[in-house]
């Protein structure tokens, strides 16, 4: 740290920078390891020693999309040589794609599963991150009685175990009809996300400078205007992290799923789970539906890894 | 009339004439937030106090009858319910310690002049961003006894991880440690940045040792900052569910939001459970105050 090292202190400086290296690769390994499983053939995804080197395919996805059944027997040559080359690697696991009466080829749970969670993630991060700004705005820039304690009621929001309140959502849900619906998870994401919304948006509005609406409100705009036309562009970064933040959490959420849905709007985190299955689970799938799932979040945390750093930390402090 | 009194008032009301008010624009931002969560928050919790006082269970059409206290008494005085929460506490511990151990030990390596700063902050950020069910399922890859990674790494043979009733928590605990230090790290960097630099180097002069440095001057600074992550930790480690009930079924890692859930989805046992999620509500409230108040105690320091 200091301007003149010493030897000793660059000799340190080394062995933080290996110890670093190290832990990073730690840390990373288990990512890389199902990102590899993921292209794996399914006899290598087993082994031991474990396959380090081999050569990538892509039947776990093959398999990943498509309905399969185990094959009585092996397939005859016939069969064999007839079938595409996709079915062929389907083949050689032991089991053969599911067709409906038209021949067409009939699609696993999986991509369903990956739909709903798009539609439950996009649609309550929109919502909790247009409610969250223009709330966060009103506190901002107007006098709200007990405004401390209003915001500490938005967040204790947050502080509930999810599965407390799960309960008498399931019964409430039961009662209107809202179980196993799309809307039905949208709006506890939108309820559970909000309160970070609120938050986090409140500290990037606060850092915009009254003078800019106060200028625009001279130049004629209503106050209507001057938040769409001058604030919105402004806090345009900070709304664009706290959209990431609220899309990772609703992307990732298990027990509300878990509880409050089971076939029309189960999303991808508790049907990967569900494929696990009792007797050998073939990891290689497994693996190719968590590595799809994980590819969303990887993009985004690269992408927006500064904003990130300061929301994360500027959440937590606020909080 | 009307014209000659607006320019006369400031900006901002002469814009407000022209449009809604301040004061409806600041309602009508404000006041659907609270209500909604009012109605998704609040109102459950109210619904389910009442349901807490019954013997209802969702499974059957049955009315439910008042029992008042006989849930609660009942819980309080069942041992099975303590053995979960002292199975959570040795969870929160444990996960809770190893992740301030790993967190700020790689903040202090990486408060150094460490090429590539950012970018490995950025990898080490992606376990915290991932589905903690999604985690449990590919750690149980991981673990497995026969062919998983984690063994042939460490050479440990075919030893059991999530099988054997010991160390079941233990491995729960690891993986909860690999996905949240990151979190801490990222809180004690912070901390560790605004620790203004002249307090090193009147150290230096002072030809104070390392371990008086870090004791007097890294660790009450990084302190407050510190025990924000671990009060952050402590509450989502009470509150785990996915990771544990994804990776084991051991009976010694039913944490109590696992009972919890058990109780009410799966032995429908909707009033009692009802009962326990108030318990456990009541609890986390008296733990956030603890640290709270231990927190203003650090800062004032």
């Not at chain 2, 849930?71 to 809770?96: G, P």
């Not at chain 2, 950020?125 to 903690?132: F, N, Q």
């Not at chain 2, 790494?153 to 928590?169: Q, T």
Request: net charge positive; with cysteine.
């Amino acid at each position: 740290m200091a301007a003149v090292q010493t030897r000793s202190e660059r000799a340190l400086n080394r062995v933080a920078i290996a110890a670093v290296l190290v832990i990073t690769l730690i840390f990373l390994a288990p990512i890389y390891w199902i990102t590899s499983t993921a292209f794996k053939p399914r006899n290598l995804a087993t082994t031991i020693p474990p396959t380090v080197l081999f050569e990538p395919e892509i039947s776990p996805f093959v398999k990943l999309f498509t309905k399969r059944s185990q094959l009585r027997g092996a397939p005859t040559p016939e069969e064999y040589a007839a079938a595409p080359w996709w079915e062929r690697m389907v083949f050689d696991g032991g089991e053969k794609i599911v067709r409906s009466g038209r021949g067409e080829i009939q699609p696993s749970g999986y991509p369903n599963r990956f739909m709903n969670s798009l539609i439950v993630a996009i649609t309550s991060t929109v919502l909790a991150v247009g409610m969250g700004t223009f709330t966060a705005y009103g506190f901002s820039r107007f006098k709200v009685k007990g405004e401390a304690d209003l915001l500490f009621f938005i967040l204790s929001t947050r502080m509930l175990p999810p599965v407390v309140v799960a309960i008498p959502m399931f019964l409430m849900y039961r009662v209107v009809g809202l179980n196993d619906t799309h809307w039905g998870l949208i709006i506890l994401y939108t309820a559970f996300n909000l309160s970070f919304s609120v938050w986090l948006m409140k500290g990037f509005i606060d850092e915009i400078p009254k003078e800019y609406e106060e200028a625009a409100l001279v130049d004629g705009y209503t106050r209507m205007q001057a938040f769409f036309k001058i604030v919105i562009p402004e806090a345009a970064t900070g709304i664009a992290a706290t959209a990431v933040f609220c899309f990772i959490t609703a992307w990732n959420e298990y027990a509300f799923a878990l509880i409050m849905t089971n076939r029309r709007a189960q999303t991808a985190p508790p049907f990967i789970p569900s494929q696990v299955g009792s007797g050998l689970p073939d990891w290689t799938v497994i693996a190719a539906g968590t590595f799809l799932f994980l590819l969303p979040v990887a993009i985004f945390t690269f992408l927006l890894r500064n904003h990130l750093l300061r929301g994360m930390s500027f959440g937590a402090i606020r909080k | 009339m009307a014209t000659v009194v607006m320019t006369s008032l400031d900006a901002k009301s002469r814009a407000a004439s022209r449009g809604m008010s301040d004061i409806s624009i600041r309602n009508l931002f404000i006041i659907p937030t609270i209500l909604f969560l009012i109605v998704f928050n609040i109102f459950p919790l109210i619904y389910s106090l009442g349901y807490s006082f019954t013997d209802f269970r969702a499974s059957s059409n049955a009315r439910a009858n008042f029992v008042g206290l006989q849930n609660y008494r009942e819980l309080l005085n069942d041992t099975f319910i303590w053995s979960n929460f002292a199975i959570t506490a040795k969870y929160v511990i444990v996960s809770v310690t190893g992740q301030v151990i790993v967190g700020f030990g790689t903040a202090m390596l990486l408060n150094r002049d460490i090429p590539l700063k950012g970018l490995l902050t950025t990898l080490l950020l992606l376990p915290m961003m991932l589905s903690m069910a999604v985690v449990g399922l590919f750690w149980k890859l991981l673990y497995d006894p026969s062919f998983g990674i984690i063994n042939y790494a460490l050479g440990l043979g075919s030893f059991e991880w999530l099988s054997n009733p010991d160390m079941a928590l233990y491995a729960v605990a690891i993986t909860d440690i690999w996905m949240w230090s990151p979190f801490v790290m990222l809180l004690s960097l912070a901390g560790l940045s605004a620790v203004p630099k002249h307090l090193y180097e009147a150290a230096a002069i002072d030809r104070a040792g390392p371990f008086y440095t870090f004791f007097r001057i890294t660790l009450p600074l990084v302190a407050p900052i510190l025990m924000i992550a671990i009060i952050f930790r402590t509450m989502e480690a009470f509150k785990t569910f996915d990771l544990a009930y994804i990776l084991t079924s051991q009976p010694t890692t039913e944490v109590i939001s696992i009972r919890l859930y058990k109780m009410a989805f799966q032995e429908w046992q909707t009033g009692r459970s009802c009962a326990l999620a108030y318990i456990v509500l009541i609890m986390v409230l008296a733990i956030t105050n603890i640290y709270v108040k231990y927190l203003n105690k650090v800062k004032e320091r």
